[in-house]
């Protein structure tokens, strides 16, 4: 009998608004943002089998160990799951291979480690409820419940995990351009708090409404001409690689409606409404950065 086998997808995300709000206790900090999944997707298989996880990623460069966000999410799977009744013994063999950028600002890892976990109770019979899912999820990082959640779009609060499904916008195609570095969402963050004194008074940036601007009729949703994407993160990345700030102004004068870099960058996005226009600057951008992507929103969960 051949095992039981299961291949998903994990998509990128973009965020269209980042405040930072303020910071917990831990040295969480507390974000109010509208995150949007993107058709840009790693490919996941996995094959129940043997005791223990075994891991193989296309990308050498990336461990195939606790290292790596899927290895770590079978594994918290797999300890919840054992000793359930009607369970058997658990295993499982996965083959990770990667698309989105690492460390781009795109939550390729925390996709994918949501990927895993719904995966993997799809394997093993529904074991575990969603909400002991979302659990799992959050002791692997603050994006990995966007990524769960059935919805492509959201507005999310708290550390990222408190989320609003929203309309997925309609109408647009998404340049994204990568410059082949990385960027660690920890040293942004971190950075966020110094260039504010470590002050906790001056971490409370004045929370605005994420929908403000957002035309949102029915089951899609529009950006009007006059609302600013805001990423406070931006302030910190681009100060030490100013190379993201004339990215951003290229895609505009390609004709860019917007432009914006996605959480802790590097990528920066276009959000184009004519395709012509964001297909001539992709031709321009891929000469120069491998890394760029022409894309378009998710309107449905993948």
């Known amino acids: ?15 269209l608004f980042l ?10 900090h507390l974000l109010s943002t509208w995150m949007h999944k993107v058709d840009l997707c790693d490919t996941i298989e996995l094959t129940a089998c043997g005791e223990a996880v075994r891991l193989w990623c296309s990308d050498g460069q990336i461990p195939a160990d606790q290292g790596n966000l899927v290895h770590r999410a079978a594994d918290l799977f797999l300890g919840a799951a054992r000793g359930r009744p009607g369970v058997p013994g658990l295993g499982v063999t996965i083959r990770l291979t990667k698309h989105i950028p690492v460390a781009a600002g795109l939550g390729g890892g925390s996709s994918d480690a949501a990927a895993t976990l719904k995966a993997m109770n799809g394997l093993f ?10 659990e799992l999820g959050l002791r692997l990082g603050a ?12 507005l999310a609060t708290g550390i990222g995990e408190i989320l609003q ?9 998404l340049l994204l351009v990568n410059p082949g570095f990385s960027v660690s969402t920890r040293w942004a963050y971190q950075t966020f708090a110094l260039t504010k004194n470590e002050d906790a008074s001056m971490l409370q940036n004045l929370q605005e409404c994420v929908v403000e601007g ?3 009729q029915g089951d899609q949703a529009t950006i009007s001409p006059d609302m600013p994407l805001v990423n406070d993160l931006e302030t910190v990345t681009i100060a030490r690689y100013p190379l993201l700030e004339r990215l951003k102004g290229e895609l505009l004068r390609c004709g860019a409606h917007r432009a914006l870099m996605s959480g802790s960058g590097p990528t920066v996005f276009g959000l184009f409404a ?4 964001a297909e001539a600057c992709y031709a321009a951008c891929k000469l120069r950065f491998a890394a760029t992507y022409l894309v378009a929103p998710l309107a449905e969960q993948q």
């Open 1 to 15: 009998m051949q095992p039981a086998r299961v291949t998903v997808r994990a998509p990128a995300k973009i965020n």
């Open 19 to 28: 405040r930072i709000t303020g910071r917990r206790s831990d040295g969480y």
């Open 125 to 134: 019979a529904g074991v575990l409820t969603q909400d002991e899912l979302v």
């Open 143 to 154: 994006d990995v419940p966007f990524f769960l959640a059935d919805s492509p779009a959201a």
């Open 165 to 173: 499904p929203v309309p997925p916008l309609q109408g647009y195609t």
């Open 214 to 216: 957002a035309h949102w």
């Open 274 to 277: 004519d395709r012509h226009k």
